[in-house]
């Protein structure tokens, strides 16, 4: 059963708006989130977290929101450059332990 | 600066064949981490080792062993083969616990006809 879900696969932006991508949970043990970049053929990388006791963390044109009640976080990128286009992945973690629970991605364009 | 090393990077055998998929990492890392990439299924996690000398099933680990051979190297075996492990694997280490993020290999594309 998907703990973490990303309910829309794809997202389409015009370039220099803001993309949000949107992520829920049903474990109410996570305690830390994480969005990762995949471009293709290549390995996810790290793009920014969130821990429990927070609600709003942000990193340059990146930030990510939680509302614990919602059991619902989302990144914005703001503003969206052609080259965010990617797949990103939510993830997320129980006792802030070793195993990531991953979403199923959704893929972002972000056109000129 | 290779970060985690995996291979080989593409590979098709037949179904009941066997072969071990290598990762190394260079970061100094305590854990290490398999996970499997299938279409319209995000990333599920086959094994892990949170530290040198210890390994823990993940999600999917039915059909695969793992040997965390040191430090540096995390190995996963498949020791026959089934189209139904046709996927694409990811090896990832972290510092620790995840609080750090894990850092991933590029991936390794295995077919099984």
């Known amino acids: 059963d998907q703990q973490v879900k990303q309910n829309s696969p794809s997202l389409s932006v015009q370039e220099g708006r803001i993309s949000i991508l949107n992520c829920d949970y049903t474990?109410?043990?996570?305690?830390?989130f994480l969005w990762y970049k995949k471009y293709p053929a290549e390995g996810p990388t790290f793009l920014i977290s969130i821990s429990s006791i927070k609600d709003k963390n942000e990193d340059g044109r990146f930030t990510v929101f939680l509302n614990k009640s919602a059991k619902h976080l989302s990144l914005h990128i703001v503003p969206s450059q052609p080259g965010d286009s990617a797949v990103y992945f939510c993830a997320a973690s129980a006792n802030s332990g070793y195993a990531l629970n991953f979403g199923k991605g959704t893929s972002l364009l972000v056109t000129p | 600066n290779a970060g985690v090393t995996q291979t080989p990077k593409f590979q098709v055998l037949k179904t009941g064949q066997s072969m071990t998929l290598q990762c190394a990492q260079d970061?100094?890392?305590?854990?290490m981490y398999w996970y499997r990439q299938d279409p319209g299924m995000g990333l599920r996690l086959i094994y892990y080792?949170?530290?040198?000398?210890?390994?823990d099933k993940g999600e999917v680990p039915n059909g695969y062993n793992v040997s965390r051979l040191n430090k540096r190297e995390f190995s996963l075996r498949l020791e026959s083969a089934a189209p139904s492990q046709t996927s694409v694997y990811f090896c990832?280490?972290?510092?620790?616990?995840?609080?750090?993020?894990?850092?991933f290999g590029s991936g390794t594309r295995l077919t099984v006809v």
């Open positions: 080792s949170a530290s040198e000398g210890t390994t």
């Open positions: 990832a280490s972290s510092p620790g616990a995840i609080s750090y993020g894990y850092t």
């Open positions: 474990n109410s043990m996570f305690d830390y």
């Open positions: 970061m100094n890392h305590n854990s």
